[in-house]
T-cell receptor, first 111, second 111 residues
């Protein structure tokens, strides 16, 4: 089945720790995105990548980093510089048009 | 003023009711309109996509766009308990990179 796979589903981070969220797609989409979702707020764009080895900051990139070494993979690292990392993180991909297709999300909690 | 405004609800209706979900937007450059359905603790699922004013129907769902008023709606006929979810409007002026999401309306359909 084609789709977007995010792992893990739940992740716990200690203060001062970096954590990496995985996102893999087998839809052959060129563009991939990371969003953050907080209760009562819309999705906010963290980073996006339109081709391999290239990525751009979104609206709330501070405290996050990404890489795009393969077309299928777009991992997100939440660094210790992100002061409020507890949120639901969503990875998405698109063929280049306006429609985005989402994974099932990773819920990150700071402990 | 946010670019996209969506009534957060929550909205509770009896089974079989007609549901109306609405968003307003401020940027005339927006020309692609989507509705996503998001079940609790899951990723958003693309429900409807349209790019022109007027109505688009898909089964029990109808998406309506009025560009002159900058107003979009999603109607659900014969609502079912399985329709209980958060509905997000999403609007773009071009690619998925430019997607702007509403904050979501939480809908509960009571059996």
């Amino acid at each position: 089945d084609g789709g977007i796979t995010q792992s893990p589903k739940y992740l716990f981070r200690k203060e001062g720790q970096n954590v990496t969220l995985s996102c893999e797609q087998n839809l052959n989409h060129d563009a991939m995105y990371w969003y953050r979702q907080d209760p009562g707020q819309g999705l906010r764009l963290i980073y996006y990548s339109q081709i391999v080895n290239d990525f751009q900051k979104g609206d709330i990139a501070e405290g996050y980093s990404v890489s795009r070494e393969k077309k299928e993979s777009f991992p997100l690292t939440v660094t210790s510089a992100q002061k409020n990392p507890t949120a639901f993180y969503l990875c998405a991909s698109s063929m280049g048009g306006p429609q985005a297709f989402f994974g099932q999300g990773t819920r990150l909690t700071v402990v | 003023q946010k670019e996209v405004e969506q009534d957060p609800g929550p909205l509770s209706v009896p089974e079989g009711a007609i549901v109306s979900l609405n968003c307003t937007y401020s940027n005339s450059a927006f020309q692609y309109f989507m509705w996503y359905r998001q079940y609790s603790r899951k990723g958003p699922e693309l429900l409807m996509y349209t790019y022109s004013s007027g109505n688009k129907e898909d089964g029990r769902f109808t998406a309506q766009v009025d560009k002159s008023s900058k107003y979009i709606s999603l109607f659900i006929r014969d609502s079912q308990p399985s329709d209980s979810a958060t509905y997000l409007c999403a609007i773009s002026s071009g690619s998925a990179r430019q997607l702007t999401f509403g904050s979501g309306t939480q809908l509960t359909v009571l059996p």
